[in-house]
């Protein structure tokens, strides 16, 4: 059966995509796009030893866990500098011990869900407006929410409905797409940024954009979740609410491309303290009995890539946000830093191969960690005590290009101190993951 739907997935894409081709010949831009993508990652961690576990702790005993997502990529050039854009997804499976217990989370394509069956989604359905600056163009090719044709060097854009912020914000060339790249959730994104979305990634956006050759400008208004890690979003705009703001500079170093992204983000709305549930019971703390409106959080981060040759890319992230109130919507990290290298396969005659290794460091603020300790639980962290330290991930991956549309991946994750815990661990995760991308 999984065969057959599969199979189906791809020639329902392929006519779409004739169709498109079709109502785009005689055009100089092409009028729509269809693409799709599904990804399918097993998971596989053996014993592990600990002094204690907890309710959110990642389980000690041998488990695998498999996930799956199937994404369409719909889009309509609707008049000048205008398209549209339709993402429905369908996602299944689990992380390890239900994606709990680790702050740089090991499977960037499932969320902390109670029920893994496979689930429908609408991921994004936005509108985006260009408004050209000047007279000069690039050509952009065809790809998933991408129209081919011209696209003006210097615009204005405004893009509204629901996004992945994450999309447009702290992308980089070498760590962001855990379907392709790095898995973990530090490395696919800046962990620092409590980040708004839903359960599953998604949210209701307005987003601002400036750009140029040399330097962006990005303003992102989202609205949060009614409670943390939640589906239902809180339209109340007065009371609760994210805004993003970016700045992106490109360069060149020698002949090599490089960017920078700094960025700095405040979340606001019904939150609960640390400090004040402690105060409440110092011994079985509950953050939940602690939220109220006016509560924010807010962080910075930095984020930077730089090519080394033709084949070969760095890349460094670091953020960090105040820890005072409870992690929102993405994951409980409150300091980060991270370090990589990508390379291609051009090497070894393989090209179109890549190959990754990085390092990242996580930790969380001082009243985050008295509320673990004294057994308190977030929606991803809670070992029932902490025994605290930084916890450290490194990750290497090698994608093999099977066929220009298929992907075949090994990953190996390296886990010290899961849960700033050194009463827990060392873990050792084994991944294989395989993508089809029309």
Not at 5 to 23: P, V
Not at 29 to 57: C, L, M, W
Not at 103 to 113: D, K, L, P, Q, V
Not at 279 to 307: C, M, V
Request: net charge neutral.
């Amino acid at each position: 059966m999984k065969k057959f739907n599969i199979t189906t997935i791809i020639l329902i894409i392929s006519s779409l995509q004739i169709y498109a081709q079709q109502a785009t010949d005689s055009l100089k831009d092409e009028r729509f796009t269809v693409h799709g993508q599904s990804t399918f990652i097993s998971q596989y961690k053996p014993t592990f030893s600990a002094k204690y576990s907890g309710t959110n702790s990642l389980v000690t005993r041998q488990e695998s866990q498999i996930s799956t997502t199937f994404t369409l990529f719909l889009g309509a050039r609707l008049w000048k500098g205008a398209s549209a854009f339709f993402n429905p997804e369908v996602a299944g499976g689990s992380g390890l011990s239900g994606s709990v217990g680790v702050g740089a989370s090991t499977n960037g394509e499932t969320y902390r869900i109670g029920n893994p069956s496979p689930t429908f989604e609408l991921a994004r359905l936005y509108f985006t407006q260009i408004l050209t600056l000047n007279n000069e163009y690039k050509y952009h090719e065809s790809d998933q929410n991408t129209l081919s044709g011209k696209v003006p060097t210097n615009y204005l854009a405004l893009t509204i409905g629901k996004i992945c912020v994450s999309d447009f914000f702290d992308k980089n060339k070498y760590s962001h797409d855990p379907r392709t790249q790095f898995m973990s959730w530090a490395l696919m994104s800046n962990g620092a940024w409590d980040f708004p979305a839903n359960t599953r990634g998604y949210t209701p956006s307005i987003v601002l954009e400036w750009v140029t050759p040399n330097n962006e400008l990005r303003y992102d208004f989202s609205l949060l979740p009614t409670v943390a890690n939640g589906m239902a979003m809180n339209w109340d705009v007065n009371k609760a609410g994210s805004h993003t703001i970016e700045y992106t500079h490109n360069y060149n170093l020698s002949g090599k491309n490089g960017t920078v992204r700094l960025f700095t983000f405040l979340n606001y709305g019904n939150m609960g303290n640390y400090n004040e549930s402690l105060a409440l019971n110092s011994t079985s703390p509950d953050i939940i009995n602690t939220r109220k409106y006016g509560r924010t959080k807010y962080g910075f981060g930095l984020n930077a890539e730089q090519a080394i040759n033709s084949d070969l890319g760095v890349f460094f992230r670091a953020g960090w946000n105040d820890g005072n109130n409870e992690t929102w919507a993405f994951t409980e990290i409150d300091r980060t830093v991270s370090l990589g290298l990508s390379a291609t396969g051009n090497r070894w005659n393989r090209p179109n191969d890549n190959v990754g290794l990085a390092h990242v460091i996580s930790g969380i603020s001082t009243p985050h960690l008295n509320y673990l300790k004294a057994g308190g639980m977030g929606f991803e962290l809670g070992d029932g005590n902490l025994n605290y330290s930084l916890e450290n991930l490194t990750e290497f991956y090698y994608s093999f290009q099977m066929s220009s549309n298929i992907s075949l991946s090994a990953a190996y994750q390296h886990i010290i101190n899961p849960g700033y815990n050194k009463d827990r661990g060392p873990v050792d995760v084994l991944s294989v993951r395989l993508h089809l991308q029309i």
